[in-house]
């Protein structure tokens, strides 16, 4: 080997020497653990040997051991003799032996440094050796090939400052006095272990080349080296003899441990044996025998670079981060908020970050000239805001902290352990790569005291004068530490009152404070409540009663005595004066009487001053009147008389004196079909003050005193035209035909209709005050029952002819309704009195008797009186009136009619027309007519095609019968009537001096006719019949005896006589005709009737 050397020296070829994780090592090696940070953290450290070399991965106990910050390696401190190996290898070591033995050299090399130099106990190293323990084996044996009896093949150990080396030899027999291999060297002490000039212990580099003599030499010429920190110390101990021969005494089946063996797990501490305390950076062994300049060039390789580490650190800060715990007690307002950057306190975080390569000089590959190593931030804070040092926040990670040094706000008033957390990590200064993972920074936040935080306070609710239970005042605040608010003081007192302590009851006053007491600082101590007395001036308060604003500042103190910053309380001051109006249901006051109405008021105030009571506005619809005097209306801005004055337990009130205008009320306020009221309005009102008696201009807050006006019923006001109407009277053509009214204007006095038009009075009125609180009733009827007349048919659903048309005994109506409100001789209905002009407006009126007078009549029944033609009191469903009676109101309107209007009389037979329209039947008989006429109909429309036929014949002459019927109706006044008709056929035809006694006796006949008519209620139509057949008659014979019979005209002369009757041939005229001469007579007819 020594010659192979010196070959390559001579030729001046190195071996290559490549960068292997360290930079300048010689390369080859079996096995190399650089024991890498990352691979620290994990627990594993994998063989970094280049090349295809066995897998061998160590695995550290984690209990046992531990990382070195900022280097690479593995450290120990575990002294303890009762554990296994700290870190073993996996699996054996059997390939890496298969390797030696083919070579039959070895190298192994390590950088480690020892911690501990003084136990007086050997301490392993690093040991191939079983992983099993058998009891037969002696302590500190080495294994021997022909027993195998032995638990280690190699060992390196430690004993005080000196190194030794253990190997297993050849086979020899054993020793019985040491029963111990002869083969197994212990060359103690072998080796100095290197120390510094302070005989500190520091890191080294090991290594130990394993081989055989080559040929021609002999093995005492050593083939074994040791070397120091790259130097060969082989001339400090007596060198093995031996040639290395794994192949013979080593085992396959052993595994490769470090600080410790399984021995050791066995062992107690009386052998003299425990683990080794040191640090490990480095183990490699290469399968030959490294040459001096390889191993020299090893050493000077050093280590593979070492990453930065961060030690996990506990910053204590002070709450809010302030930098002296109380330090701005001064400034109280620094705590209500999150303080200035500035004012922050900060630390510094480089002690954090290890580096061995540039911070540890005993290192091996320290090089103070290096780059330190940067801080990063990792991660964010959870809550509080993380800051440079200058003040710039931080707000996103992977941020490098300049300087190391931080500043952090926590989160307002809080505190405790760990309050927060962030992570950072560092780069190399040299490679820039991170360190391995991120390391925790955790924030304890110290409490501090605060002071407490006043609350400036804008008062809702208003103090009112005098009254305690509003002029009591909490200094508000908060404590945000929980040490209780104490007290107060008072910095500024009000500028309209006093301030007063407060009792423990809560509610009493106590002594005033004043400024006599106050600080230093200028303050007035206080309690946490203080009283308000207004001193101000009550005479001129606003609308709403407001006097005033006002205000005073306060500060808090804790137990602490600590002092708030200034707050401030405001607040508006009201009088404690007030009106208190009773409801409008207390009392009533009665329509257009003079009614009591009371006011009443309070003074909250302790004092309960006397009372008065001024008028602040007025009612709508009546007067006020101060009872000492009820002639003179009270006026805004009075003041009544009397004082209202505090029983002990209340204001009794003061009586006023109200009177409504004229017809006014506003109770009840619906009508009798609980509508509401036409026109109905609000409760009457007015507003007053209440105000202090001895000095009337502390005045309250006006109130507003409403007033309930009962109705009292008033009749019903009629009005209608005066004096006389004339009109003509009607016959069916110009009835049927008429278009237009003759129409009596308001006020009409002797109004004559110059047409033959129907009267249309438009000038009837009716007026109630009452607002249609009850219906009334409404009669309505002629003094001889010749004429009709009709409501206004646009509105005749307004009158209620209904429900009144039968007695009800219930209540005790006996009276019923009339007619129907369309020509009707008599009518008599329910209607509310606003209704009633727009019915009678335009109400008519027609009559067919000519030269006769009549009388209408329109009465109004307001009221309550069933005997008088009012409604029963129990159909009033309105109980909210005063009713004192019937009252009954009339207009009459009288009626002249004249004769007809002699230009529509066109045709002397056709008196009647149609002959409902002379007859004027009631309208019961004409529906029974009309109702008679449906069901022959309806029995028509049910027979059979064949029956019908049959009986076709008998209803020709039931159609012939009813037409008969029909000419025959005006003739039911009576037999003398239609005698007188028939004997007077014949008085057209007479000639000369016989006219007269036929006319004379067709009249007496007529007369007779007439006063029967009367007696049946059909006088009017049959006296029309005979005065148009006088006409008639006169007509026949002024044209030469013209004579009418059926639907033919027959002249016969005038000296033909007739067999039956020569009077009726002579004058042409019919019964009927003669009966209607005579009583065409105007000396016939009855006086006009006289005037209601």
Known sequence: MQALLLLTLCLGVLPEVVRAGRSGATTGEVLLYEFAQSQCAAGEFTNGAAGSQP?????????????????VGVSSSETTSHVGPNVRSAATWSEVLDKLKISNEMTIEMWIKPLDASSGLKEEIFTIASESYESNWVADSCSTHDTGNGWYDLKVEQKDSKLLVKWAGQAVTKSSATNQPEACKDYSPIINIPKDGDDNLIPFHFAMTFGQAAAGEVASQGVQKVYINGADVAGEFDISDQNFTPNDSFHADYHLDFFSSEFLHHTPVTDNFRPWPGNLYLFAMYDKVLTPSEVAANYNAKLGNSLPTVTAKTITINEEAEVSSGGHYSTPDWYGSAPPVSDLASFDLTSQVKDADVDTVDYPNY??????????????PGFGNLYQNDGTEITATDTQIVSNTLKFRPVLNSNGASVDTFQVYAKDGTTSEPSVGL?????????????????NEVREAAVLVGVLTTSIFDLAGTDVDDVGLTGGYISAFPAHGELYAIESDGTTFGAQYTSATADSDGDVQVGLKVGYKFTGDESAPSATGFLTNDQFTFKLYDAATTKSKTATTSFEVFTSLEATPVSADTFSCTEEELSDVVLKGNDQSTENRNLRYRIDSLPSHGQLFDPVDTTTPLAIGDIVTAEDVHDGSAYPGVTIKYKGEADYFNYPTVMYNTSTVNGGSALESFTYNAVVASATSAKSLPATQQIKVVNVNDETELTGPSGEIAIYALNAPQRAARTEFCAIEANAENVRCTTNEVAQITSVYANEVDKDVDRVVVHIYTDKQNGRFSLNND?????????????????????????????????????????LNRLLHGFEYENFVQNSWENITIVVYDGIGNDEGCQPEAEHTNAGSIRSGCFITNVTITMRVTEYDPESVTDPTDVCGWLPNCMQLPYQVMLGMFGAVLIMLCCICSCIKRKCRRRSARRKEAREAKKKAKLEMPEIAGRDLEEGVRDNRGGGALHGNGFKDIASKGLGMAEGGLSKAKKTGLGGPAVGIALKGVKMAEKKLNSGGAARRGSKETLIPSNSPSKKNPIRQQSGMSEKDEEVAKLSDPDALPPPPALL
Do not use: H, Y
């Open 55 to 71: 897998a061998l991965t160590l695995t550290r106990d984690t209990s046992l051991t531990s990382c070195i910050p900022g280097a």
């Open 439 to 455: 390391t925790t920074i955790t924030i304890n936040v110290t409490a501090v005291n605060d002071p407490p935080i006043p609350t």
């Open 795 to 835: 509105v005749l659903g307004l009158a209620d002819f209904v429900s009144c048309n039968i007695p009800k005994i219930a209540t005790g109506r006996t009276w019923t309704c009339k007619g129907d409100g369309s020509s009707d001789a008599e009518m008599k209905f329910l209607a509310q009195p606003s209704d």
């Open 367 to 380: 090089d103070g000239s290096a780059a330190a190593p940067t801080l990063w931030v990792g991660s964010l």
